[in-house]
Antibody, heavy 116, light 108 residues
Framework: EVQLVQSGAEVKKPGESLRISCKASGYTFISYWINWVRQVPGKGLEWMGRIDPGDSYTNYSPSFQGHVTISVDRSINTAYLQWDGLRSSDTAIYYC?????????WGQGTLVTVPS | EIVMTQSPATLSVSPGERATLSCRASQNININLAWYQQKPGQAPRLLISDASTRATGVPARFSGSGSGTEFTLTISSLQSEDFAFYYCQQYNIWPPWTFGQGTKVEIK
């Protein structure tokens, strides 16, 4: 059974760093890209970027380029989304998904709260 | 960036009735369109890929159609579990993939 299990909710202050994780199981990790998708509470879905776990090649949406970093650790089948300077506008639920073009499996989401 | 526009924003439907949701792309995306369902407090779930192919386990009452710039998701007879948000997503030209803003299907 394919599963993407994300790390738990976080509350951080503006300017702090954060890394959230997404552990994959039930399939060959390097065979599918991992994407990150943001959902601001009560709003729609925004694709942030993706990584190819096979070679760690990344693409980012222009809206997120330079503000977040996506990485993987192939030894533990885990992908990461990282911020080096959080803003209050980063408050959202972040989903990792599996898929090269569309997202056929989704993690449960990680709520990140950055009070202003 | 391709802009995806969904309509209506909210659709009020009685159980057992038919629901028709629309998604329009700002340029030709061929059939490279997916539909997702999201229930409150849950992650989205893939319903349809390539504009009309149901994902594994998706009931036959869900159907997708369209190509180019105009797409439709039809739910033939709404069940209680179908009241949710629905999002379309294009994957023809990226980065970035882009989603529509969503349609809420609510009980009339």
């Amino acid at each position: 059974e394919v599963q993407l299990v994300q790390s738990g909710a976080e509350v951080k202050k503006p300017g702090e760093s954060l890394r959230i994780s997404c552990k994959a199981s039930g399939y060959t990790f390097i065979s599918y890209w991992i994407n990150w998708v943001r959902q601001v509470p009560g709003k729609g879905l925004e694709w942030m970027g993706r990584i190819d776990p096979g070679d760690s090649y990344t693409n980012y949406s222009p809206s997120f380029q330079g503000h977040v970093t996506i990485s993987v650790d192939r030894s533990i089948n885990t992908a990461y989304l990282q911020w080096d300077g959080l803003r209050s506008s980063d408050t959202a639920i972040y989903y990792c998904t599996r898929g090269q073009l569309l997202s056929d499996f989704w993690g449960q989401g990680t709520l990140v709260t950055v009070p202003s | 960036e391709i802009v995806m526009t969904q309509s209506p924003a909210t659709l009020s439907v009685s159980p057992g009735e038919r629901a028709t949701l629309s998604c329009r792309a700002s340029q030709n995306i061929n059939i490279n369109l997916a539909w997702y369902q999201q229930k409150p407090g849950q992650a989205p779930r893939l319903l349809i890929s390539d504009a009309s192919t149901r994902a594994t386990g998706v009931p036959a009452r869900f159907s997708g159609s369209g190509s180019g710039t105009e797409f439709t998701l039809t739910i033939s007879s709404l069940q209680s579990e179908d009241f949710a948000f629905y999002y379309c997503q294009q994957y023809n030209i990226w980065p970035p993939w882009t989603f529509g803003q969503g349609t809420k299907v609510e009980i009339k």
